[in-house]
């Protein structure tokens, strides 16, 4: 193995954040038992807000961002892997505390490495990403509150944005009826190609109404938060659930418990970042399975290398990245 490998490192300076990518040694990796030689890697919001000084991501510098990254291990000191597995690590510290994806070479805990389905590619990993897990999360903890096709329609806001898109393929490949929710005046040819069948003028998701306003969702898919998740809130149907991942909207939600003791309205969090190994390694399976959808090609995806990655942070801080943006290890 080579001992130099290439990454894109932040660093700060009093207030001021530096970015660039650089060759590094393998000496500079991480603690952590697990070596991999990173394939493929993308661009989340989290990432975006890790390059900022008062992002409130990053836990150290230098720091290496990329929450996710799928590979293939070159050495390992844990009985679980061996030289040549295909893996994949999203969420826990990877990114954030712990040099992630924007990578050549990355080291990790094991206990953090989930072995890639057979029925993903590296690649495919990848356009699912943190994004797409946090979606398969949502879909299914709808289904364990209940949520059926016959019930109605399903509301997902952001709907470009990473989570939102995955959302919206998702269930649409489930047979339910999907209302996309966006900001953006030119997207509906987008949002119909991954499967919606209405879309919703983000303005209108994020003005107040009556604290039991019109029920009109079955069940919502959020990672937008704020007044969007009130809103969204206001208009589920009885004993319908919110799945809220987001706050790209705003952290602070002004409602009032009518929702939940008038209309029995569930509002389920999801975390995908510390997520159990078990249930983490059996929704990889799912979206390599009934999860899986036609999109992880074509318009949801865009595939950059390193030297674009500053264009791909700023474009998702600024709200205008539509699908994902795949980072590929072996451009430039």
């Known amino acids: 193995m080579s001992t130099r490998y290439r990454a894109f490192v932040i660093d ?5 954040i530096t970015r660039e990518v650089v060759l ?13 030689r990173v394939a493929w890697s993308s661009v989340n919001y989290k990432d975006g807000l890790a390059t900022l000084a008062k992002g409130g991501v990053a836990r150290r510098y230098p720091l290496v961002p990329g929450i996710d990254l799928a590979g293939t291990v070159t050495e390992s000191r844990d009985p679980r892997f061996v030289e040549g597995d295909e893996v994949l690590v999203t969420g826990f510290e990877t990114g954030v505390a712990h040099d992630g994806g924007f990578a050549e070479l990355a080291r990790v805990k094991a206990d953090w490495v989930v072995k890639r389905p057979a029925g993903l590619s590296a690649e495919e990993a990848m356009a699912f990403g943190t994004a797409g ?15 059926k096709p016959d019930q109605g329609p399903v509301l997902v806001t952001g709907a470009t944005g990473g989570v939102g898109s995955h959302a919206v393929a998702m269930l649409a490949g489930l047979g339910y009826e999907v209302h996309a929710g966006t900001g953006k005046a030119d997207a509906a040819d987008y949002l119909k190609s991954l499967g919606a069948a209405a879309i919703v003028d983000r303005q209108t998701l994020a003005t107040a109404g009556k604290p039991v306003d019109s029920q009109l969702w079955a069940a919502v898919v959020d990672p937008v938060g704020g007044a969007t998740l009130a809103r969204a809130l206001s208009t589920t149907r009885y004993g319908g659930s919110v799945a809220v991942s987001g706050l790209t909207g705003g952290v ?19 975390d995908s970042v510390y997520c159990p190994m078990a249930p983490r390694m059996a929704l990889w399976d799912r979206m390599a399975g009934d999860l899986k959808h036609a999109h992880l090609t074509g318009a949801l995806v865009h595939k950059i290398g390193l030297s ?3 264009a791909a ?20």
């Open 12 to 16: 700060r300076q009093d207030d001021r």
């Open 313 to 332: 942070l700023a474009r998702i801080l600024a709200g205008g990245m539509t699908g994902r943006a795949l980072l590929d290890l072996s451009a430039d």
């Open 252 to 270: 602070k939600v002004e409602t009032t418990v009518l929702p939940f003791i008038l209309r029995g309205v569930n509002l389920l969090g999801i």
């Open 24 to 36: 590094r040694e393998t000496s500079d990796l991480p603690e952590g038992e697990v070596t991999i």
């Open 133 to 147: 897990f946090t979606a398969a999360l949502s879909v299914r903890r709808l289904e364990e509150n209940g949520l």
């Open 308 to 310: 674009g990655l500053d």
